[in-house]
C-alpha cells in the first residue's frame, strides 16, 4: 500500500513474540489486522511509529478509557466500520481485474465468494489450486521445447552475438534497457521488482524488452501498471519492445496499452532505441544490418 517492500518475515517474528507473551496477561493470541493497517495508512500513517502509537492508544483505551469508550453508540461504530471497510476494499482495482483474462476472472470470483460465505482459509485454498491450474494449463499452450533456466533476465550475453544483440546497438545515455526471458506471471513479478529495483538514478526512458515473454497474466499487468505510474513520478518514459500477441491483447484489454501510448510500444530494438531517441531529442539511427525482426507489429495488432 506504500510501495515499498513488505517484509513478510519480521512481521511473522514480532506476530509470533506477541502471540507468546500474550497469554502471560490473559491475552488471546491474535495477528495483525488489515484494517487498522489500512486505516494508519489513509490517515497518513507512513512509519511504524504510527502503529505503535495506534497500539498504545488501544493499550490507554482498555486501562483507563473503557468506560467511556462502551457509551459510544453501536450505529457509529458500525458507519466506522462500513467506511473503514469501503476504504480498505480498493473496489476500482475490482473492477479493472474484470478486464483480465476470463480464468484469472473465475480465480477472482471464486477466492471472492468463498471468503464471503465459507472462510478466508478455505477461499485462500481454493485460490492457490485454481491458481496453480490455471498456470500449468497456461504454461502447457506457451512453453516452447527447450528450457528456460532464467525467468528474468537483465543482459544480453546469451544473445551477445546474434543479429539482435544489444551489444550490437547504441544505447543513448539516459536511456536503460531491461530485458525479460520466459512467461511473466504472478511467480516471477517479485524478480521483476527487485530488477527494476537496482536502478540506482532513474533514467529518461526505460525500455522494457520483452520479446521472449509470451503470455503475461492479470497480477503481471498491475505489476507493470504499477512500474509504469512510478516511471510517470519520477519523470521517466515508458517503452514496450518486441511485445508478442498474448501479452499485446491482455495489455489492450486492461487500458494499460492506452496509458503507455501505442507510439512507445515498439515491434524492435531498433525502433524502440529510436523511439527513445526521439523523446531525447536525437537523431534517428539506421537498423544494422542484417536485421532479424522479433515480433512482427502488424501481424500482432491483428
Same mark, same amino acid.
Given at each position: 500500500?506504500?510501495? !515499498?517492500?513488505?517484509?513478510? &518475515?519480521?512481521? #511473522?517474528?514480532?506476530?509470533?513474540?506477541?502471540?507468546?507473551?500474550?497469554?502471560?496477561?490473559?491475552?488471546?493470541? =491474535?495477528?495483525?489486522?488489515? $484494517?487498522? !493497517?489500512?486505516?494508519?495508512?489513509?490517515?497518513?500513517?507512513?512509519?511504524?511509529?504510527?502503529?505503535?502509537?495506534? =497500539?498504545?492508544?488501544?493499550?490507554?483505551?482498555? %486501562?483507563?478509557?473503557?468506560?467511556?469508550?462502551?457509551?459510544?453508540? %453501536?450505529?457509529?461504530? $458500525? =458507519?466506522?466500520?462500513?467506511?473503514?471497510?469501503?476504504?480498505?476494499?480498493?473496489?476500482?482495482?475490482?473492477?479493472?481485474?474484470?478486464?483480465?483474462?476470463?480464468?484469472?476472472?473465475?480465480?477472482?470470483?471464486? !477466492?471472492?465468494?468463498?471468503?464471503?460465505?465459507?472462510?478466508?482459509?478455505?477461499?485462500?485454498?481454493?485460490?492457490?489450486?485454481?491458481?496453480?491450474?490455471?498456470?500449468?494449463?497456461? %504454461?502447457?499452450?506457451?512453453?516452447? $521445447?527447450?528450457? /528456460?533456466?532464467?525467468?528474468?533476465?537483465?543482459?544480453?550475453?546469451?544473445?551477445?552475438?546474434?543479429?539482435?544483440?544489444?551489444?550490437?546497438?547504441?544505447?543513448?545515455?539516459?536511456?536503460?534497457?531491461?530485458?525479460?526471458?520466459?512467461?511473466?506471471?504472478?511467480?516471477? /513479478?517479485?524478480?521483476?521488482?527487485?530488477?527494476?529495483?537496482?536502478?540506482?538514478?532513474?533514467?529518461?526512458?526505460?525500455? #522494457?524488452?520483452?520479446? &521472449?515473454?509470451?503470455?503475461?497474466?492479470? *497480477?503481471?499487468?498491475?505489476?507493470?501498471?504499477?512500474?509504469?505510474? &512510478?516511471?510517470?513520478? *519520477?519523470? *521517466?518514459?515508458?517503452?514496450?519492445?518486441?511485445?508478442?500477441?498474448?501479452?499485446?491483447?491482455? %495489455?489492450?484489454?486492461?487500458?494499460?496499452?492506452?496509458?503507455?501510448?501505442?507510439? &512507445?510500444?515498439?515491434?524492435?530494438?531498433?525502433?524502440?532505441?529510436?523511439?527513445?531517441? $526521439?523523446?531525447?531529442?536525437?537523431?534517428?539511427?539506421?537498423?544494422?544490418?542484417?536485421?532479424?525482426?522479433?515480433?512482427?507489429?502488424?501481424?500482432?495488432?491483428?
Amino acid at each position: 500500500m506504500l510501495g !515499498t517492500r513488505h517484509r513478510s &518475515n519480521m512481521e #511473522l517474528v514480532a506476530q509470533g513474540i506477541g502471540n507468546i507473551i500474550s497469554p502471560l496477561f490473559s491475552g488471546i493470541p =491474535a495477528t495483525g489486522a488489515i $484494517a487498522r !493497517t489500512a486505516t494508519n495508512i489513509k490517515n497518513g500513517g507512513r512509519t511504524p511509529i504510527a502503529g505503535i502509537v495506534h =497500539a498504545l492508544t488501544l493499550l490507554l483505551i482498555m %486501562m483507563f478509557f473503557g468506560q467511556y469508550a462502551a457509551l459510544i453508540p %453501536m450505529p457509529v461504530l $458500525a =458507519a466506522i466500520l462500513i467506511f473503514v471497510s469501503y476504504n480498505m476494499s480498493e473496489w476500482h482495482a475490482f473492477v479493472k481485474l474484470f478486464r483480465s483474462p476470463k480464468s484469472d476472472i473465475t480465480v477472482l470470483l471464486a !477466492t471472492f465468494l468463498l471468503t464471503v460465505l465459507i472462510d478466508l482459509t478455505v477461499a485462500i485454498q481454493a485460490g492457490v489450486v485454481l491458481a496453480a491450474f490455471l498456470f500449468m494449463n497456461r %504454461m502447457s499452450k506457451v512453453t516452447q $521445447a527447450n528450457f /528456460i533456466t532464467k525467468e528474468l533476465r537483465q543482459d544480453d550475453d546469451e544473445f551477445e552475438n546474434g543479429p539482435n544483440a544489444i551489444a550490437k546497438r547504441d544505447v543513448p545515455p539516459g536511456v536503460e534497457v531491461f530485458e525479460i526471458y520466459g512467461p511473466l506471471f504472478f511467480g516471477a /513479478i517479485e524478480q521483476f521488482k527487485d530488477a527494476i529495483r537496482q536502478l540506482e538514478k532513474p533514467p529518461k526512458v526505460l525500455i #522494457l524488452r520483452i520479446r &521472449n515473454v509470451l503470455a503475461v497474466d492479470a *497480477t503481471a499487468l498491475q505489476a507493470l501498471e504499477v512500474e509504469f505510474k &512510478n516511471a510517470q513520478k *519520477t519523470g *521517466t518514459i515508458f517503452v514496450l519492445s518486441d511485445v508478442h500477441t498474448q501479452p499485446l491483447y491482455a %495489455m489492450e484489454q486492461a487500458g494499460l496499452l492506452k496509458k503507455i501510448g501505442e507510439e &512507445n510500444v515498439c515491434g524492435n530494438i531498433d525502433d524502440a532505441l529510436n523511439r527513445a531517441r $526521439a523523446i531525447l531529442g536525437l537523431a534517428p539511427v539506421e537498423c544494422p544490418m542484417p536485421f532479424v525482426p522479433t515480433v512482427a507489429r502488424e501481424k500482432a495488432l491483428v
